[in-house]
């Protein structure tokens, strides 16, 4: 295990289909995050598990959104309802958290999902 | 809330030249961490190197160091020696030790011009 994958690297989908996608962390990782990069624009924070639970949403994260990480290894991002302004690239990341210090977090090559 | 800034939206560098990256960070969290990250045009946010708020001493990785001044709140990123493959964007980030989440800056474009 070299690194954070991400599945797919495009998506291209229609308005109004759902979507999903998969990332698998780094193995030995507990936390595991989702952002979303629009185009010129750093990462934004969508949600965050530490192991298997969901701790954190965004309120980026609309009622359309849904992400799951069972068994605290892989997790999936689900998109309900696609609408042109979901299309972004989203970044899947992963860290090793020890006692409350903060460590950097890896980051997967993205899926870049547009939806037409 | 954190937040932070990165003012340059673009920078050239001449090849073997150095260049400063500038990144200043605002929080009330005293125990914080501090990162860059270089994002090529394929995407993948690469770490390439990380300064916690009480460290003594700016972090240093190969090439890379980060000129930091706690009192500025500043956290700036210095590549040495540049090369052509450096070309990339290069966000900052932060993340308080209270917090979850990673915060980044609008990032900066850098040009390595041969």
């Known amino acids: 295990d070299t690194g954070v994958s991400q599945d797919p690297r495009h998506k291209i989908t229609k308005r109004g289909q759902n979507v999903t996608f998969r990332c698998d962390p780094i193995?030995?990782?507990?936390?595991l995050y989702w952002y979303r990069q629009t185009l010129g624009q750093g990462p934004e924070f969508l949600t965050y598990?530490?192991?298997?639970?969901?701790?954190?949403k965004s309120r980026l994260l609309s009622d359309r959104f849904s992400a799951e990480r069972p068994k605290g290894s892989f997790s999936t991002l689900e998109i309900q309802r696609t609408e042109q302004g979901d299309s972004a690239m989203y970044l899947c990341a992963s860290s090793l958290e020890v006692g409350g210090a903060v460590t950097e977090a890896f980051f997967g090559q993205g899926t870049r999902l547009t939806v037409v | 809330a954190q937040k932070i800034t990165q003012t340059q939206p673009g920078m050239f560098v001449q090849e073997k030249e150095a260049v400063t990256l500038d990144c200043t960070y605002d929080?009330?969290?005293?125990?914080?961490?501090l990162f860059w990250y270089k994002q090529p045009s394929s995407g993948e946010m690469i770490f390439l190197i990380y300064?916690?708020?009480?460290?003594?001493q700016n972090a240093t990785e190969g090439r890379y160091s980060l000129n930091f001044q706690k009192a500025r709140k500043s956290a700036n990123l210095v590549i040495s020696a540049s090369q052509l493959g450096d070309s990339a964007m290069y966000f900052c980030?932060?993340?308080?030790?209270?917090?979850?989440?990673?915060?980044f800056g609008t990032g900066t474009s850098l040009t390595v011009i041969p």
């Open positions: 598990f530490q192991n298997e639970a969901q701790l954190e």
């Open positions: 980030a932060m993340r308080a030790n209270t917090g979850n989440q990673f915060y």
């Open positions: 193995s030995e990782h507990n936390r």
């Open positions: 929080t009330s969290d005293p125990s914080y961490g």
């Open positions: 300064q916690g708020s009480y460290d003594q």
